[in-house]
Nanobody, 124 residues
Framework: QVKLVESGGGSVQTGGSLRLSCTAS????????MGWFRQAPGKEREFVAY????????YYGDSVKDRFTISRDNAKNTVYLQLNSLKPEDTAVYYC?????????????????WGQGTQVTVSS
């Protein structure tokens, strides 16, 4: 059983930055592709970013492309999401997730494990 714990959320003003972290335990971290999703109140969970097992490939949702960066450190069992140029519409609970599939996935049902989420609030 893999456990994922997110941290780093908080409140910032428009244009600010945050760095989210997600640390895994209980499994072989490098065997999972890792994703970040977000969910705003009353909305469906939305794909944000994905990084491959070794970190060589990354994919982003259209709304965050060129502003967010996903990375991972397999030695620390941790995946990161750097959030820059934040906008009020980025306000959401951000979740990390682990997928055993060996390819990029953007749908929630392809992920096997989920963290509890961390709140990001961007004020104008």
């Amino acid at each position: 059983q893999v456990k994922l714990v997110e941290s780093g959320g908080g409140s910032v003003q428009t244009g600010g930055s945050l760095r989210l972290s997600c640390t895994a335990s209980g499994g072989t971290f490098s065997s999972f592709g890792m994703g970040w999703f977000r969910q705003a109140p009353g909305k469906e969970r939305e794909f944000v970013a994905y990084i491959s097992r070794g970190g060589a490939s990354a994919y982003y949702g259209d709304s965050v492309k060129d502003r967010f960066t996903i990375s991972r450190d397999n030695a620390k069992n941790t995946v990161y999401l750097q959030l820059n140029s934040l906008k009020p519409e980025d306000t959401a609970v951000y979740y990390c997730a682990a997928s055993a599939l060996g390819r990029a996935v953007i749908t929630t049902r392809r992920y096997d494990y989920w963290g509890q989420g961390t709140q990001v609030t961007v004020s104008s």
